[in-house]
């Protein structure tokens, strides 16, 4: 059974940083690409960020380019989403996604599985 956790949400100032993890189980992790996805109330789930099986190639959202890193350890299978000058319109629910191996995408579809998701807030 493919299981992802996700970890580290919680409330932060605007211009802080975060660091969210997904650990995962079940599955063959290192040949996967993953994703990172967020929820805003009354908004649809947008992409954020998608790593590669070897971490070798990423692709950011415009939004979070530049402010945003996803890395991963594939011996801990574990994914990370690190957020630095965080904004109030980064507020929202942070879901990791595993999917099947190649580049990754940035569409919710693409992806196979996914967490429970990590409540993010940035307060002003």
């Known amino acids: 059974q493919v299981q992802l956790a996700e970890s580290g949400g919680g409330l932060v100032q605007a211009g802080g940083s975060l660091r969210l993890s997904c650990e995962a189980s079940?599955?063959?992790?290192?040949?996967?690409?993953l994703g990172w996805f967020r929820q805003a109330p009354g908004r649809e789930r947008e992409f954020v960020a998608t790593?590669?099986?070897?971490?070798?190639?990423?692709v950011y959202a415009d939004s979070v380019k530049g402010r945003f890193t996803i890395s991963r350890d594939n011996a801990k299978k574990t994914v990370y989403l690190q957020m630095n000058s965080l904004k109030p319109e980064d507020t929202a629910v942070y879901y990791c996604?595993?999917?099947?191996?190649?580049?990754?995408?940035?569409?919710?579809?693409?992806?196979?599985?996914w967490g429970q998701g990590t409540q993010v807030t940035v307060s002003s």
């Open positions: 996604a595993a999917g099947p191996g190649g580049p990754g995408g940035v569409g919710a579809s693409w992806y196979d599985y």
């Open positions: 079940g599955y063959t992790f290192s040949r996967s690409a």
């Open positions: 790593i590669n099986w070897s971490g070798s190639s990423t």
